[in-house]
């Protein structure tokens, strides 16, 4: 498997990742702890922009300064999924209560999976980019 083959299968997963945060986050989520529309929507942002100058990039249609600026977006897009999954801190205190739920899932499975990969392919994509092995 190349390089570039393996830039756009961690590519398209992370697409899923961002839409389906953006679908999950839509109304209150599950956790611990509120997390800010704000943050949400910076990952929403970041996430749609690194996906389209990345995947630009891939594709051979732009230099290396727009991969390097879709590698930069994604990096934002990962430290927001991370400060997201910051709602499954345990909260402590005597008013503290239980984990609000949805039908997602029982606990941070999926979010952890979702943005601790995200963390993972910008690692990948990252050493892929400085070696010169993408387009």
């Given amino acids: 498997m190349t ?3 393996i830039a756009l299968v961690l ?3 992370a697409a899923i990742v961002i839409v389906l945060t953006r679908v999950r986050m839509k109304d209150e989520a599950a956790g611990r702890l509120a997390i800010s529309h704000a ?11 690194a996906l389209a100058s990345w995947l630009w990039f891939l594709l051979g249609n732009a230099d290396w300064m727009f991969g390097f600026g879709g590698l930069a977006l994604w990096w934002v897009t ?3 999924g991370l400060l997201i999954l910051a709602r499954w ?23 952890i999976l979702g943005h601790v990969g995200l963390l993972v392919g910008c690692v990948v994509w990252s050493g892929l980019f400085f070696a010169g092995n993408l387009s």
């Fill in 89 to 111: 801190l345990p909260a402590r205190g005597k008013h503290a209560s239980d984990p609000a739920s949805d039908t997602w899932g029982e606990g941070p499975g999926l979010s």
């Fill in 78 to 80: 990962a430290v927001a």
């Fill in 3 to 5: 390089s570039e083959r």
């Fill in 39 to 49: 943050l949400i929507n910076v990952h929403t942002l970041a996430g749609v922009l």
């Fill in 11 to 13: 590519t398209a997963l």
